[in-house]
T-cell receptor, first 115, second 115 residues
Framework: AQTVTQSQPEMSVQEAETVTLSCTYDTSESDYYLFWYKQPPSRQMILVIRQEAYKQQNATENRFSVNFQKAAKSFSLKISDSQLGDAAMYFCAYRRGGGGNKLVFGAGTILRVKS | ETGVTQTPRHLVMGMTNKKSLKCEQHLGHNAMYWYKQSAKKPLELMFVYNFKEQTENNSVPSRFSPECPNSSHLFLHLHTLQPEDSALYLC??????????????FGSGTRLTVV
């Protein structure tokens, strides 16, 4: 079974600085997708960024980028120029390709942003 | 408002009560999901419905009973719950279970407390 591990229960970053959240996963599949979701205090889960395993290029979305290391099964999220609104719980998630629909989530990392 | 609405937002119930959680989406999605979010644990997938048909039940106890009368509505009927069932219950939807790479759209969840 696939598993997703987020080893950092909590992280802090100073406003305007950069922070990296870690995620590793375990799978025997070669075709899969990886996601980062953000859950602010409003509880709304919001998709931040996704990565297709067959793409070598790391995904980027404005201030958010990933470092996808397929061989190491690592998928970290980098947030640049951190803002107060980035404070939230961040979840890493995995979904296998080929029609599978289940998203497997990690336990989450709480990100605190200091002004 | 993301398009997935969950009611009620908060629910306190006794162990002998029967209650229902409701999820509604008008995004034209045809796959819907129930997740359980407990503190410091990964999100747990409970049920998956695709075109109103249940396609996955992740060994969920029978005291949780899902119902999907149409592609826009999903219910979770609760009866004889235990205190350890207290959690945030999240509903999500997607265009099609084969297109989950586009990500889920989540509701804001129902915070359930069993006393």
């Amino acid at each position: 079974a696939q598993t997703v591990t987020q080893s950092q229960p909590e992280m802090s970053v100073q406003e305007a600085e950069t922070v990296t959240l870690s995620c590793t996963y375990d799978t025997s599949e070669s075709d899969y997708y990886l996601f980062w979701y953000k859950q602010p205090p409003s509880r709304q889960m919001i998709l931040v960024i996704r990565q297709e395993a067959y793409k070598q290029q790391n995904a980027t979305e404005n201030r958010f980028s990933v470092n996808f290391q397929k061989a190491a099964k690592s998928f970290s999220l980098k947030i640049s120029d951190s803002q107060l609104g980035d404070a939230a719980m961040y979840f890493c998630a995995y979904r296998r390709g080929g029609g599978g629909n289940k998203l497997v989530f990690g336990a989450g990392t709480i990100l605190r942003v200091k002004s | 408002e993301t398009g997935v609405t969950q009611t009620p937002r908060h629910l306190v119930m006794g162990m002998t009560n029967k209650k229902s959680l409701k999820c509604e989406q008008h995004l034209g999605h045809n796959a819907m999901y129930w997740y359980k979010q407990s503190a410091k644990k990964p999100l747990e997938l409970m049920f998956v419905y695709n075109f109103k048909e249940q396609t996955e039940n992740n060994s969920v106890p029978s005291r949780f009973s899902p119902e999907c009368p149409n592609s826009s509505h999903l219910f979770l009927h609760l009866h004889t719950l235990q205190p350890e069932d207290s959690a945030l219950y999240l509903c999500a939807s997607s265009q099609d279970r084969r297109q989950v790479e586009r990500g889920y759209t989540f509701g804001s969840g129902t915070r359930l407390t069993v006393v």
